[in-house]
């Protein structure tokens, strides 16, 4: 029996959503990033399963993120927020 093709619709449904997040680690210093599943993400930084800047920084915590359209949108929020200044950063974070 032949598979039937999934449409864009029900591909819609699944697919998650691109988040921008932003951690801070023990030492003060903050880690963004991007993905399509945050807990998982999460779950991977704190394990030390992460990014290799997050480890041994821990114990980490989720500051905030910010859902995306796609993924190319969640690049660019991450590149823009990286480049802001610590101060600009923290003000980001508090609005």
Not at 38 to 49: D, I, T
Not at 53 to 71: A, I
């Amino acid at each position: 029996m032949p598979k039937k093709k999934k449409t864009p619709a029900v591909k819609a449904k699944r697919a998650k959503k691109w988040h921008l997040y932003v951690l801070l680690c023990k030492d003060g210093t903050l880690y963004c990033g991007i993905t399509n599943d945050l807990e998982r993400r999460f779950a991977q930084h704190s394990a030390g399963k992460g990014a290799r800047y997050t480890r041994g920084r821990g114990p980490l915590t989720l500051l905030r993120s910010w859902p995306q359209k796609s993924k190319s949108a969640a690049l660019r929020a991450e590149f823009s927020f990286k480049k802001l200044t610590r101060s600009a950063k923290d003000a980001l974070l508090a609005a």
